[in-house]
């Protein structure tokens, strides 16, 4: 009997876990961190993306962008997601360009950097790595990796409710 319990609480903890991570701005490969195939994928779609500019009836696929990002870095990529508005990481007007590319190769480096010092990737760290990646005309309005839509809750502290 109290192995069953013991069972059905590991099951209940590993979906209630599992059920917890949402959706982050860039990525697309569905594994919860930000890493060289997300930038892959985000390069991978904004040239096919550039097909459909050029022909309106062709369609961007996730095979097409996969197959793409995997070219790029001669490895297997996954794709989870395509890229769209809410990957945004540049505060431009609404299109995905290769500014939001430079920012996420940007955010790439000093997460690593900072993962390897112990430190901590900031704001104007990343702006000033994308600056030199590429001529910006757009400021950084977001990091890779925050979350998506409904990955927030409400909560009360100290009797003052937040997020309602």
Do not use: H
Not at 47 to 73: C, F, H, W
């Amino acid at each position: 009997m109290r192995l069953r319990n013991v069972s059905i609480l590991a099951l209940v903890m590993l979906v209630v876990s599992f059920s917890c991570y949402g959706k982050v701005v860039c990525d697309f490969d569905g594994d919860n961190s930000i890493k060289t195939s997300d930038a892959a994928i985000l390069l991978a779609w904004i040239i096919e993306s550039n097909y459909k500019i050029k022909d309106p009836g062709y369609l961007v696929t996730e095979s097409n962008v996969q197959i793409r990002a995997e070219n790029m870095l001669d490895t297997n990529v996954v794709v989870s997601r395509l890229p769209d508005s809410e990957d945004l990481l540049a505060d431009s007007n609404g299109d995905l360009s290769l500014t939001d590319a430079a920012y996420l190769l940007a955010f790439i480096v000093e997460n690593n950097f900072a993962i390897k010092t112990g430190g901590v990737v900031r704001f104007d760290s990343v702006s000033i790595r994308a600056a030199g990646i590429l001529s910006l005309s757009a400021s950084l309005s977001k990091l890779p990796g925050t979350p998506i839509g409904d990955s927030s809750f409400s909560t009360t502290i100290t009797g003052i409710t937040t997020d309602p």
